[in-house]
Nanobody, 124 residues
């Protein structure tokens, strides 16, 4: 059974940092695109950051560029999201997504596997 398990969420003050981890099991994702999406209360799920499988190029939403950094360790089948200079508007459930099948890396519908999510709350 393929599973993505996120961890590292929590409550942090504005300006603080958190590091999210996503551990994959059941198959290797070393050749697949991976991404982090987030969903705030009452909002649609949105792309935050992505990393491709073959070249390790990274992609970011404009709202997080310069503050978040996505990375991967294929030996550990793990993807990370380092979040710095957090703002209250970053408050959301953060989801790990794996194995993009569609044309757009920015659309949730184009990913096959999903984790259960981890809550990030940024207080002002």
């Amino acid at each position: 059974q393929v599973r993505l398990t996120e961890s590292g969420g929590g409550l942090v003050q504005a300006g603080g940092s958190l590091r999210l981890s996503c551990v994959a099991s059941g198959r290797s994702f070393s050749n697949n695109d991976m991404a982090w999406f987030r969903q705030g209360s009452g909002k649609e799920r949105e792309f935050a950051a992505g990393v491709d499988g073959s070249h390790r190029r990274t992609y970011y939403a404009g709202s997080v560029k310069g503050r978040f950094a996505i990375s991967r360790d294929n030996a550990k089948n793990t993807v990370y999201l380092q979040m710095n200079s957090l703002k209250p508007e970053d408050t959301a459930v953060y989801y790990c997504a794996g194995a993009r099948r569609g044309d757009s890396r920015y659309e949730a519908r184009d990913y096959i596997y999903w984790g259960q999510g981890t809550q990030v709350t940024v207080s002002s």
